[in-house]
């Protein structure tokens, strides 16, 4: 029985195959019996997210895993095959210690895929599904993720628009659980932008839109306000940040507008954010004092910045994993000897009690201890002796000398 990881993911997939075969929580329960049930697959354990579908199991083969998944989606197989990655034993423990430490994310570092792992691997022990080695896979793999990320910089830098976002409000108030952020749009990128900001537990979040009905679905994922766009204008005096990313061809905020909403908040700072092409808010607003106005291309630069500094920490969490990679692997070996190692001990202990019987009694009829602890030691010695010296008689030709340094090896004796 050995160890797969079997999947698809962003690199090898589109988002069009990878919604296809994507494990929803209802189902998942049923999915990790249908697949452990049975000789091919012991073990196993699903991790699906919007950017990757895997199968972690213990198994005879992986091709059994693949038609599986192919079936259980009600996919043929020619439609997923092309997309479909099988990492055996050695290449299975070093993808999921990368993927748990961030290095095969689309965002590099990100830390939300290390919970998801972690509820991957919750989600086959309430099922019954994690056995001792893929029990042992995870309880790893968390460790390596934490040493990666208490030991490198992978996750110490900027690397999303939404973050960086968030870190130029920081630099500007220091808190930003005191602000009133206004977004307007709502996209994806300002649904990213208000996540960020929201983990920061700003004091209020609006959400505006020129469609009403979206801001205020939107709005009702954060606990926040709804607006038209139309009352922007007077609006903006209230707001400390404002996150803008539409389609709108012409700006959504001018500088009168700005101006009017400086004097009103008594020259207070603003930082606005545009992360919209055309632009949202006029250029001229980013020269009033008390507006600290940043673009795309400002972000952009902040997150390049912290792409360089992550892909240095690559270089290190690379080298953790290598070696914890090789530290799992060897716990598989130690593992696999356990049946000879009992065997072994099994053998001698029955040698033991075998000739502690015969010495016993040679005791008892001779009343001579000495005696009865000579023969015990000899014939201690000569079985002992028995296997492997039967070994080294009956290895011929070029193996004479390879099963003599096995057995040098083996009861570690002196080279002459």
Same mark, same amino acid.
Request: with cysteine; glycine share 6%.
């Given at each position: 029985?050995?160890?797969? &990881? ?28 249908? +697949? ?84 991957? &691997? ?14 042992? +896979? ?70 505006? @839109? ?143 009690? &075998? ?7 040679? +005791? &008892?009829?001779?009343? @001579? ?48």
């Amino acid at each position: 029985m050995q160890l797969y &990881a079997l999947g698809l993911n962003h690199h090898t997939a589109p988002l069009a195959i990878r919604e296809r075969v994507a494990f929803g929580p209802g189902c998942l329960n049923r999915a990790l019996h249908e +697949l452990s049930n049975g000789q091919v697959v012991r073990e196993a354990a699903i991790l699906s997210t919007c950017n990757r579908t895997e199968l972690y199991f213990a198994g005879e083969e992986p091709q059994h895993a693949a038609d599986w998944l192919a079936r259980f989606h009600s996919l043929p197989f020619g439609e997923i095959s092309p997309y479909l990655y099988s990492h055996p034993e050695r290449e299975a423990v070093r993808h999921v210690f990368r993927v748990a430490s961030g290095l095969d994310s689309m965002v590099l570092g990100e830390p939300q895929i290390l919970g998801q792992v972690k509820d991957a &691997a919750r989600r086959a022990e309430e099922a019954g599904t994690l056995g001792v080695l893929l029990h042992r +896979l995870f309880q790893s793999t968390f460790a390596v993720a934490k040493e990666v990320r208490s030991t490198t910089a992978i996750g110490a830098n900027i690397v999303s628009m939404a973050a960086a976002a968030v870190h130029l409000a920081e630099r500007i108030f220091g808190r930003i659980d005191d602000l009133c952020v206004l977004f307007i749009g709502a996209g994806e990128m300002i649904e990213l932008c208000a996540t960020h900001f929201a983990e920061g537990n700003p004091r209020t979040i609006a959400i505006a @839109n020129r469609t009403e009905e979206r801001a205020q679905i939107l709005a009702g994922r954060f606990n926040a306000r709804a607006m038209k766009i139309e009352a922007i204008a007077n609006a903006l005096p209230e707001f400390d940040v404002v996150v803008s990313c539409t389609a709108s061809p012409l700006p959504i905020v001018g500088l009168g507008m700005a101006e009017r909403a400086i004097k009103a908040r008594r020259h207070r700072p603003i930082v606005m954010v545009d992360l919209a092409v055309p632009r949202d808010v006029e250029a001229e607003v980013g020269e009033l004092d008390d507006v600290f106005l940043y673009t795309v291309d400002d972000l952009a630069q902040l997150v390049e910045t912290g792409m360089e500094s992550r892909q240095q920490a690559v270089v290190e969490a690379e080298g953790i994993i290598d070696t914890r990679v090789n530290g799992f692997l060897h716990w598989i070996q130690t593992r696999d000897a356990v049946p000879v190692i009992r065997t072994l001990r099994q053998h001698a202990e029955a040698v033991r009690e &075998a000739e502690l019987a015969r010495a016993l009694k040679l +005791l &008892a009829r001779s009343g @001579n201890p000495g005696k009865a602890l000579e023969a015990l030691s000899h014939s201690l010695t000569n079985k002992l002796m028995h296997g492997p010296t039967r070994f080294l008689n009956q290895a011929e030709g070029e193996h004479h000398a390879e099963a003599g340094e096995l057995i040098r090896r083996l009861f570690d004796l002196p080279d002459s």
